[in-house]
Structures are given as structure tokens and as C-alpha cells.
């Protein structure tokens, strides 16, 4: 069965950093394009970052440039999200996911479309 499950998610205070995994699971994940999206209390799920199957390509949200990270481990099927310098507004679930679109598409995707979801992980970020 093919899952995604992330760990590394809790509570900082604003300007620290935390680093979100994302372990991969009985599919062929290692050739498809994986990302984040986080979902705040009361907003809707929106992109964060994406990343190729090659890992050779990223992209991020105009919100998180300079400040996140991610990254892949293709032997090990693990995707990271290094994210530093959180703030209050950086607080929500963050979802690992996949697609067998490219990293680019899936930072325009909407949210719907995309084929694989972990279940999430909290960040809190405290001021």
C-alpha cells in the first residue's frame, strides 16, 4: 500500500527551525514529484514547496523563499523540508505529497488534484 507518513513537526518560537520528514512507502515514489502543502486554521491547503524526481529541481512559495528547504533522498525515499527563521504565521499541518506530474506543475496544482497525501504534521510556531 502506497503512503506517505511525516514526522519532525511541533513547537518553536519564532526565528527557530524545524525539519519536516517525509518517509515514502510501498509505491513508486522515487519517480514522481513530491512537495509540501500546509493548511492554517481557517484558510485553505496551499502550496509550500515541491521538489523533481531527480531532486535537481525545487520551488517554493514566494512566502517561504530563503527561509525552507526541501530536499530528497531518493535511496532512502525520504523528502525533508529544513525550515528556518518560523514565524507565527508559518503555524499549520503540513502535508508531505506526491504526484506524477512535474514539481512545477505541482506548485500551481490545485490541491485536489494531487494523487498522494500524508496525514500531516503540526507546526506551531509561538511569538
Known amino acids: 500500500q502506497e503512503q506517505l507518513v511525516e514526522s519532525g513537526g511541533g513547537s518553536v518560537e519564532a526565528g527557530g527551525s524545524l525539519k519536516l520528514s517525509c518517509a515514502s512507502f510501498?509505491?513508486?515514489?522515487?519517480?514522481?514529484?513530491m512537495g509540501w502543502f500546509r493548511q492554517a486554521p481557517g484558510k485553505e491547503r496551499e502550496f509550500v514547496s515541491s521538489i523533481s524526481w531527480t531532486g535537481e529541481l525545487t520551488y517554493y512559495a514566494d512566502f517561504v523563499k530563503g527561509r525552507f528547504a526541501i530536499s530528497r533522498d531518493r535511496a532512502n525515499n525520504v523528502v525533508y523540508l529544513q525550515m528556518n527563521s518560523l514565524q507565527p504565521e508559518d503555524t499549520a499541518v503540513y502535508f508531505c505529497?506526491?504526484?506524477?506530474?512535474?514539481?512545477?506543475?505541482?506548485?500551481?496544482?490545485?490541491?485536489?488534484?494531487?494523487?498522494?497525501w500524508g496525514q500531516g504534521t503540526q507546526v506551531t510556531v509561538s511569538s
Open positions: 505529497t506526491a504526484d506524477g506530474t512535474t514539481a512545477e506543475a505541482m506548485s500551481t496544482m490545485a490541491p485536489h488534484f494531487i494523487d498522494y
Open positions: 510501498g509505491g513508486t515514489f522515487a519517480t514522481k514529484a
